[in-house]
Each structure stands twice: as C-alpha cells, then as structure tokens.
DNA sequence: CCAGTACTTAGGTTG
DNA sequence: TAAGTACTGG
C-alpha cells in the first residue's frame, strides 16, 4: 500500500473510487498520469482480471508513458494483458479480429493521409472536378468531419445543412466525392484513421453479439485526455460502458486544444448527463511549477468563459518572474533566445535537455535552429516529417502492403512502376478506368486480364505480368519465413535496394535515404526476433500496427544532451525546467485565423495555457516587432496574451542590443530598396538576355539516327564521356542506358540525347 | 527519360 | 521566401 501514501487527499479519492463512473478534472502538473497508473496498480490489487481493464489515450506518447509506468508498479505479465494503447490502436485491432463481419478482410490496410489525399486527388480528376476548387486537404476535412460524426455518405447527401454548407462554399460536389471515395476504399480493403472510429461504431451498432463480448470483456474502462475526444470516439465508450458503468474519464477542459478536428468539450458535458451519479474529482494542486508561472497561467485563462470551475494553486517556491523579451526581427529572436539558453546552462550547470523552445506554428523553428547551429548547442526539432512519411521508407512499406493486401491501391499505384519497370501513366490509367467499370480493384484487373479486358497493349501485359508474379511470390512466402526475412527478399528483388544503392554517389541526401531503409530493416529485425516467443513475427504481424506508428515509437529511449524545439500542440504532457515561448504576436498567436470567432480565440488562449504550464522553473515569452512572412518583412504588435497576464508576474527585460554583428540573411536583403535599389537593375536584364539568347536557338537532334550497340562509348552533352550498358525502345522511344564516371547511370532518350560515338571497344 | 523553370500557394496536429 | 508540382525543351 505504500505507493497510496505518495497521494495527496483528492488523488487518492480518485484511485480508490473504482467503481461506477467517475470523471477528474485534472489541472496541468497535478498528477494526472500518476493517478491514472496507481488507479490501475490499485483494481489489480483488488483483485479485477487485468483482461477486464481497458486504458484509453488519445497520443501514441502518452499510452507509452502509461504503459511504462504500469510496468513498473504491476509488473510486465498483468501489465501486457491490459488492453492499453490509443483509441486507433486498441480498435483497428478489435477491428481486425471482427473484419468478415463488417464485410473487410481481416488484414485491411490503414491509409495515412497522405494515401487518403492521392486518392481523392484521383477521384477528383475521374469525376472532372476542378481541382482548385476541391483541394484533397479541404475534402479530406470535410469526409473526416462527417465520419467523426458518423454521418456516412449516403447520409451525408441527406443532411441538408451539410449539403447547404457545401454550397455555400461553392463546393457541392463533396457529397459524390465522399460517396465515390468510401466505395474505393472499401475495394481497396483500406480503412483511412477517421474509418478505425466509424467502423468500430458501425461494428457495435450492426452487431449486438459482438457489442455484448466487449461489454462483458471490459468491464473497467479509463479515459485519458477526455477533453480531446471527438464524437465517434465518446459513442464507441459510451456503448461499450453501458452495462457495468465503470469508467473513469480524466480530462482538463483548459488544455483543451484540438477542438479544429473534432475533439468536442460537450463530451464532458454530455457525461454529466449520461451517468447522472458520477462521481467528480478535482486536482488542483499543480506539483510541477513555481508560483509565478502557475498564477501567470491562472491570470490568462481567467479570460475564457467557457470553463469550468477550478483554482488550480501550488506549494512550490515562488520562483522568479516570466521574463519578457522584446526583439527587432524574428532572426534576431533566434539569436538571443540561444544567447539566454547559453548564458543559463553555463550559469546553472543544467543540461540542454532542461530547455525547450515552443512556437505557435512548425515554421518559426528556422530561426532558432540557425541560431543554435551558429553556435553549436544541440538541438533536436519534433514534429516536421515523420520517419515514416519519408519517401522510400513509404515505397517500401508499399510493398509489404502489397504482400499483405493485394487490394490495396494506394500501394499498387506507388510500386506498380517503381523502380521504373516500363509501365507508364496511361496504363495505369486504363487499369483505373477497367478497374471502375468492373467493379473490382486494380489488381483483379491486372492478375486476370482474360476476364477483365483492358485497352493495354502486349508488351505492357508482359511487364504487368511478372510484376504479379513477383508479387504472389512475396505473397506465398508469408507464412513460411520470418518478417525480417521476407522484408530483406522484397527490398531486394523489388529492386529498391538496389535503385536507392546505385544513388548512393549523388550526395549526402541519397546515402541518408539508404541509410533510412536499412535502419527500417533493422527495426523489422529487432521485431522479428526480440519478442522472446517461441515463433518468429511474420510480416503480416508487422504491419498490423505500422501505419500508426509514429515518430516517438522510432527513436528508442533517446536521451540525448539537446535543446528541444516543438509546437505547443506537441508539447502537451510534456514539462521542462526552462522554456521559452515565442513569436508571441498578435496575427501569428493567437493566429490571425482564430479571430473571427470566441470560441476559437478561447482556443488559442488554452494553447497560451498549455504553453506555459509546461515551464516549471522559468518561462521566458518573447516577441519581434517585424517578422518575415511570405517574403516580406511585416510589423507586428505584441500578443494580448502577455497583457492579460497579471503584470505581478512579468519582468520585462531591457531590449537587448549588439547580439550578432549584422542582421544576416533576409534581414540584409530588407535593406537593398534603401540602398537606391541597384540590386534589382541588375538581375532583371540579364535575365532577359537570357530569354533573348534562347529565341534564336535553332539546334537541330538527330540522335535517333546513330547506331548504337552496347558497350560504345558515347560522348553526352552535359555528362561528358560515358559508356553504354543498355539499349530498349523502338525508333522514337530508342533508349540508352549509359553509364557515366561522373554522374552515375542515366537513362535517355536518343532522340533528345544529342550523342556522339567515341570509340567502340 | 532528365532537368531546368514557371507557377502556385501558404494553420495549428494525432492516429 | 520556400517548397512543391506541372510543364516543357532537349
């Protein structure tokens, strides 16, 4: 019991109450996490089977937190049998074991966006929509909404305030595009994020047998971060508690900061109204910061009407004042907020990873990164592009969707010609179109041309065809090698071990990108083996779960000596000893989109609320009065978030002065127009030279004519003396594969190439 | 097929 | 400004 002691009064209550529904109004720093983890140590000593406890969260980080820390206290065994993990992951799984129900195969594919984003960017090409008008991102917002609403295509179409927003926004056709859209997808055998919460709710509703199991299964259920959650998400826990009622949601409505995609406060209220006898917790002592800075935080979100009632206090120091810092230019910002992380860390013997810098939006860390570099403090940026975002690690991966799911046609169309295997964009398109007509996905069109004809000719058939073979051989050796085994045999027969290696020579950039697949290959190895268990993972085990890692799963217990940079939104949970938060202008935060309405205004106020609650000796705001946006250098006022603080709590610092030398880099160039100008009388003519010069080009290629056969050695005019390794193509589509000392192996066409033979060995 | 250039567009972010 | 895409000339 001896962990109970570590608990002040109300968090006790809150880990003892384990019965009937509960909600904790939890401040920031008061706790949260820990009472989450000993109210779960706490059922288990109690004696509830770990099998009936289920532990949602809305973050890939903080179910790893969780589940770490209950590791720790009820051991590995109890712990594993938990069902832990974000709502993605804990359903697409329930999803999987209850696929053949709801019509999909029980290995379906999970979209990313960026594949839900190519795919409506062909469905809005196929239906002759403007493209302009129907942006993928917008649309995508749109059909997310609606699921997150489960308002479901034909619905959608039915639902005239919908269809009349849409109109409105001169954007009518949504309703087709949605439509059309679920259908592919359902084809495909894929499901996009927002499909994990729709479907799981269509499961229950459709299927009372299968709600009953998971009743009875999870007869405990706890919520974290209820605050953030969207309406599929309250359904699927309200139907899944409405037996035993035992569920438990913590939340705090002031760090409420996601409500732009859907996470929807009238959760919390709408709690109150389903399990009338809850039971309320409050934390309100914050554990984590000094006087200065919690009150600081308290003074602003005083403003915000929609709240609810708390006073959140602290014990600790008081500490010292928030520091505010004025500077001239957003480079200027960087420079001495680096200058401040230096002089500090030499001042108190910390470590860099005591100090972070948060900003409103990912594109002001170019400043500081510039800075940091200028004077070598480590740094480390989050949030940006994700491991597996990058290029050839989704090529990859597409593959093994492929392997796993032939239906699905995100991948198809990404490896269906990479590495180029002669299958252009017009095949491609013709499979689309015959793929439609039947009814049946791409690759029943492409495996089955004797039943499903398409407008293709011979040779392409022929290519077509040993891309099929050679995906059915991946196919067949699912089950009969390990994961890592038949990931190193895809990587090399598909030929992108080999494209990607013979790139290597480019530049630092290509060797990164095969140092990318090989650390993938080396996480698929680590997976295939560490698990301990008598059997080796296969791949189809592997990519269960791959398309909701993110980036925090990759680096394993990174705990190096760096100044952290992230968005407010990603700091959320997260605390540091010193931060700095900046470019606190008005426009850029609140953002000059979140003026137009309180709501939203309030939003950005609990980000300012996030913000400073995760400092817990020092907060440092700061601001430029001119920054560059989109190229121009723009005045700014400071934000009125640094007024509504009360100014008991701030210090304004004497502007610093003589930082840098010169205001380097576009600074100097804010400078040219007083300088007379000449810059810009210079670059314009020549530039008209140039398109002068290129008038009278009167060049005439006659490279299709040569002779060539492998093995010449061909003089080109831009890569120098390189010898011949290929020839394909007939007449016009001649083509030679050349290898150059200088510049690798390059394909080209002969009648553009303009190539002299220089000898013939 | 490759590479250079003209043109467009610009929010915060998890899964 | 910067980054990404679409277009075009060789």
């Known amino acids: 019991m001896s962990y109970l002691d570590e608990l002040n009064s109300s968090q006790r209550e809150a880990v003892e109450a384990i019965h009937g529904p509960t909600m904790v109004i939890a401040g920031a720093g008061s706790g949260k996490t820990r009472v989450l983890t000993y109210r779960i140590a706490f059922m288990l000593e109690q004696g509830i089977d770990p099998f009936n406890i289920m532990s949602l969260t809305f973050t890939n980080k903080a179910a790893k937190e969780m589940s770490e820390r209950i590791g720790k206290i009820v051991g590995t065994t109890d712990g594993k049998n938990i069902t832990m993990g974000t709502f993605h992951s804990v359903f697409s799984r329930i999803l999987r074991y209850n696929a053949d129900r709801i019509g999909y195969p029980s290995n379906f594919t999970i979209y990313d966006t960026q594949d839900s984003k190519s795919l ?32 479901s295509p034909d619905a959608y179409v039915a639902n005239e305030e919908i269809m009349n927003e849409d109109k409105q926004a001169r954007r009518p056709e949504i309703a087709r595009i949605y439509k059309t859209y679920a259908t592919r997808c359902f084809k495909a055998g894929a499901m996009d994020f927002d499909d994990l919460l729709y479907q799981t709710n269509v499961l229950l509703r459709d299927f009372p047998d299968v709600l009953h199991y998971y009743q009875q299964k999870f007869k405990y259920i706890l919520v974290d971060e209820y605050q953030d959650t969207n309406y599929a998400q309250y359904l699927i826990v309200k139907k899944l508690a409405a037996i035993y009622e035992n569920i438990c949601v913590v939340g705090d409505d002031a760090q409420s900061i996601y409500s732009f995609r859907g996470a929807n406060i009238q959760n919390i209220l709408n709690f109150r109204k389903d399990y009338p006898d809850f039971i309320l917790f409050k934390l309100e002592q914050n554990y984590r910061s000094t006087k200065h800075i919690v009150e600081a935080a ?260 990174d705990e190096k000596n760096h100044v952290t940079l992230m968005t407010i939104h990603s700091s959320k949970g997260l605390e540091f000893p010193h931060v700095y938060l900046v470019g606190l202008e008005e426009n850029l935060f609140p953002s000059q989109m979140a003026l137009n309405s309180r709501s939203e205004l309030e939003e950005e106020r609990r980000l300012f609320y996030v913000a400073v609650t995760r400092a817990k000796d020092t907060c440092t705001l700061s601001y430029a009065t001119s920054r560059f946006i989109w190229g121009n250098l723009v005045s700014s006022e400071p934000s009125r978030f640094i007024e509504e603080i009360d100014p008991k709590h701030l210090n304004f610092e004497a502007q610093q002065r003589g930082m840098g030398k010169s205001l380097s880099g576009r600074a100097s160039q804010f400078d040219q127009p007083f300088t007379g100008g000449l810059n810009k009388s210079v670059s314009s003519p020549a530039s008209s030279f140039k398109s002068l010069s290129q008038l009278d080009n009167s060049k005439v290629k006659t490279g299709a004519t040569l002779d060539l056969k492998v093995g010449y050695n061909v003089l080109h005019d831009r890569f120098g003396k390189g010898k011949v390794t290929k020839l394909e193509g007939q007449d016009a589509d001649k083509k030679a594969t050349i290898f150059f000392p200088h510049h690798g192996s390059k394909t080209v066409l002969l009648r553009f190439a303009n190539l002299t033979i220089v000898d013939v060995d």
């Open 120 to 151: 409506l960017k062909d469905i809005v090409k196929e239906l002759n929509l403007d493209d302009k008008v129907y942006k993928p991102g917008l649309v995508l917002g749109r059909i997310s909404s609606a699921k997150n609403n489960l308002i």
């Open 298 to 557: 308290n003074s602003v979100i005083a403003k915000n009407q929609d709240q609810i009632k708390k006073s959140v206090w602290t014990d600790n120091s008081e500490g010292s004042k928030l520091a505010v810092v004025r500077t001239l230019t957003d480079n200027e910002e960087g420079k001495v907020i680096t200058n401040k992380i230096f002089d500090l860390k030499q001042g108190t013997a910390s470590s860099y990873n005591d100090f972070a810098i948060l900003y409103r939006t990912n594109k002001q860390s170019r400043s500081f990164e510039e800075a940091l570099r200028k004077i070598n403090i480590p740094y480390k940026i989050y949030g940006g592009l994700s491991f597996y975002q990058r290029k050839e690690i989704k090529d990859l991966l597409a593959y093994f969707r492929l392997t796993t799911n032939q239906r699905d046609e995100e991948a198809l169309k990404r490896v269906i010609n990479y590495p180029r295997r002669g299958i252009g964009k017009t095949s491609i398109e013709n499979i689309i179109i015959a793929s439609n007509q039947y009814g049946v996905s791409m690759w029943d069109v492409i495996a089955n041309f004797n039943q499903y004809p398409v407008a293709l000719n011979t040779g392409t058939k022929t290519k077509l065809y040993e891309f099929v073979t050679m995906i059915q051989s991946f196919t067949a050796q699912l089950s009969k090698i390990n994961a890592y085994d038949l990931a190193q045999t895809i990587a090399k027969s598909s030929g992108i071990l080999k494209e990607l290696y013979s790139e290597k020579e480019k530049g630092p950039e290509e060797v990164e990108r095969y140092q990318n697949i090989e650390e993938l290959l080396g996480g698929i190895k680590e997976f295939t083996i560490n698990q301990g268990e008598d059997d080796d993972k296969s791949l189809a085990e592997f990519m269960i779960d791959v398309a909701l890692l993110t980036d925090a799963d990759a680096d394993k217990g």
